[in-house]
T-cell receptor, first 115, second 113 residues
């Protein structure tokens, strides 16, 4: 079975400071990992994904995430937060085992950037 | 423009009155899926479809039906809605290629009174 944990329901960061949104996962095989962002009254927008290769993945809006296999983590980061980054962030995982098409989401982390 | 569309975006209905939420994608994706989003629970999968005429249950299928008669459309049917189905619903689609990105519709906010 695959699962995702986002240990923080809420993260507050001052504008201009670096931000981190945490995600850990559990799979039996190798993972595909995704980050999505949801702005108020909007659908989920894709930010970035890890499939294979370089552990540091760069995505939209200056976000990046680092795949750490030993810690089974895929934390989302940004060097300098903007007020416009305030949103709900979801981590998702898909086990690459044969025939598995399911994408499992975490419960979400609400990021608030304080001016 | 490549997109997933859902209709209606907002719906208020009463217990027991059958309703359908439509979902359509123009990217020729094989895989389509329905999720519901509830506070503190994240997104939970209701049903998914690997291709035309191929559907299967997700984590929370009770009270829902789906069909996939055409590749582009994947409607969600609530035969007899109940208040516990009040939620925000998202349709999504992607190719079945390994690691492909899943794209989401704008969401349908359903209230069952």
């Amino acid at each position: 079975a695959q699962s995702v944990a986002q240990p923080e329901d809420q993260v507050n960061v001052a504008e201009g400071n670096p931000l981190t949104v945490k995600c850990t996962y559990s799979v039996s095989g190798n993972p595909y990992l995704f980050w999505y962002v949801q702005y108020p009254n909007r659908g989920l927008q894709f930010l970035l994904k890890y499939i294979t290769g370089d552990n540091l993945v760069k995505g939209s809006y200056g976000f990046e995430a680092e795949f750490n296999k030993s810690q089974t983590s895929f934390h989302l980061k940004k060097p300098s937060a903007l007020v416009s980054d305030s949103a709900l962030y979801f981590c998702a995982v898909r086990d690459t085992g044969f025939g598995n098409e399911k994408l499992t989401f975490g419960t979400g982390t609400r990021l608030t950037i304080i001016p | 423009e490549a997109q997933v569309t859902q209709n209606p975006r907002y719906l208020i209905t009463v217990t027991g009155k059958k309703l359908t939420v439509t979902c359509s994608q123009n990217m020729n994706h094989e895989y389509m899926s329905w999720y519901r989003q509830d506070p503190g629970l994240g997104l939970r999968q209701i049903y998914y479809s690997m291709n035309v005429e191929v559907t299967d249950k997700g984590d929370v299928p009770e009270g829902y039906k789906v069909s996939r008669k055409e590749k582009r459309n994947f409607p969600l049917i609530l035969e007899s809605p109940s208040p516990n189905q009040t939620s925000l619903y998202f349709c999504a689609s992607r190719r079945t290629s390994q690691g492909d990105t899943q794209y989401f519709g704008p969401g349908t906010r359903l209230t069952v009174l």
